[in-house]
Protein backbone atom coordinates (compact mmCIF):
# COMPACT_ATOMS: atom_id res chain seq x y z
CA UNK A 1 0.00 0.00 0.00
CA UNK A 2 1.58 3.68 -0.62
CA UNK A 3 2.48 5.25 2.07
CA UNK A 4 -0.06 8.82 2.25
CA UNK A 5 -0.15 11.89 3.56
CA UNK A 6 -2.72 14.12 4.10
CA UNK A 7 -2.63 18.12 3.13
CA UNK A 8 -4.78 21.19 4.73
CA UNK A 9 -4.97 24.54 3.96
CA UNK A 10 -7.50 27.43 3.53
CA UNK A 11 -8.39 28.49 -0.08
CA UNK A 12 -11.13 30.94 -1.03
CA UNK A 13 -14.54 29.94 -1.35
CA UNK A 14 -15.01 31.19 -4.69
CA UNK A 15 -11.78 29.68 -5.96
CA UNK A 16 -12.44 26.47 -4.66
CA UNK A 17 -15.74 26.23 -6.41
CA UNK A 18 -14.37 27.45 -9.73
CA UNK A 19 -11.48 24.85 -9.05
CA UNK A 20 -13.88 22.37 -8.80
CA UNK A 21 -16.19 22.94 -11.90
CA UNK A 22 -13.23 22.81 -13.70
CA UNK A 23 -11.45 19.68 -12.92
CA UNK A 24 -14.83 17.80 -12.91
CA UNK A 25 -15.17 19.31 -16.39
CA UNK A 26 -11.39 17.45 -16.91
CA UNK A 27 -12.69 14.12 -14.99
CA UNK A 28 -10.88 14.93 -12.36
CA UNK A 29 -11.46 15.74 -8.48
CA UNK A 30 -9.60 18.03 -6.15
CA UNK A 31 -7.10 15.58 -4.99
CA UNK A 32 -5.98 14.35 -8.47
CA UNK A 33 -5.16 17.77 -9.55
CA UNK A 34 -3.36 18.78 -6.69
CA UNK A 35 -1.06 15.13 -7.14
CA UNK A 36 -0.33 16.44 -11.03
CA UNK A 37 0.35 19.63 -10.02
CA UNK A 38 3.00 18.12 -7.40
CA UNK A 39 4.02 15.56 -9.96
CA UNK A 40 4.72 17.70 -12.45
CA UNK A 41 6.66 20.66 -10.27
CA UNK A 42 9.08 17.87 -8.71
CA UNK A 43 9.49 16.32 -12.53
CA UNK A 44 10.55 19.72 -13.49
CA UNK A 45 12.01 21.14 -10.36
CA UNK A 46 10.31 24.28 -10.67
CA UNK A 47 6.45 25.57 -10.53
CA UNK A 48 4.79 23.76 -13.95
CA UNK A 49 3.96 27.19 -15.22
CA UNK A 50 5.21 31.12 -15.35
CA UNK A 51 4.14 32.70 -12.64
CA UNK A 52 4.11 36.67 -12.88
CA UNK A 53 2.92 39.72 -12.21
CA UNK A 54 1.64 41.53 -14.84
CA UNK A 55 -1.28 42.63 -14.92
CA UNK A 56 -3.69 44.27 -18.05
CA UNK A 57 -3.10 47.70 -18.48
CA UNK A 58 -6.84 49.38 -18.27
CA UNK A 59 -7.40 49.21 -22.28
CA UNK A 60 -7.18 45.10 -21.81
CA UNK A 61 -9.44 44.99 -18.88
CA UNK A 62 -11.95 47.34 -20.97
CA UNK A 63 -12.01 44.98 -23.69
CA UNK A 64 -12.03 41.88 -21.57
CA UNK A 65 -14.86 43.66 -19.43
CA UNK A 66 -16.79 44.97 -23.13
CA UNK A 67 -16.14 40.82 -24.85
CA UNK A 68 -17.84 39.57 -21.22
CA UNK A 69 -20.33 42.13 -21.72
CA UNK A 70 -20.98 41.11 -25.55
CA UNK A 71 -21.22 37.64 -25.13
CA UNK A 72 -23.78 37.78 -22.75
CA UNK A 73 -25.66 40.21 -24.60
CA UNK A 74 -28.83 38.38 -26.00
CA UNK A 75 -29.48 40.78 -28.43
CA UNK A 76 -26.10 40.52 -30.21
CA UNK A 77 -25.49 37.77 -32.98
CA UNK A 78 -22.71 35.73 -32.90
CA UNK A 79 -20.20 35.35 -35.56
CA UNK A 80 -20.05 32.19 -38.24
CA UNK A 81 -16.79 30.92 -38.15
CA UNK A 82 -17.05 30.06 -42.53
CA UNK A 83 -18.13 33.42 -42.65
CA UNK A 84 -15.80 34.98 -40.61
CA UNK A 85 -12.96 32.66 -42.34
CA UNK A 86 -14.14 34.30 -45.87
CA UNK A 87 -14.06 38.01 -44.82
CA UNK A 88 -10.38 37.04 -44.00
CA UNK A 89 -9.61 35.67 -47.38
CA UNK A 90 -11.37 38.27 -49.37
CA UNK A 91 -9.08 40.22 -51.02
CA UNK A 92 -7.78 43.99 -49.84
Known amino acids: MNNVSNVSFRIDSTLKNQA?????SL?????????????????????????????????????????????QDPNVKGTDLEEALKELKKPF
Not at 20 to 24: E, G, R
Request: no cysteine; proline share 4%.
Open 20 to 24: DALFQ
Open 27 to 71: GLNMTTAFNMFLRQAVREGRIPFEATINVPNSETIAAMIEAIQLS
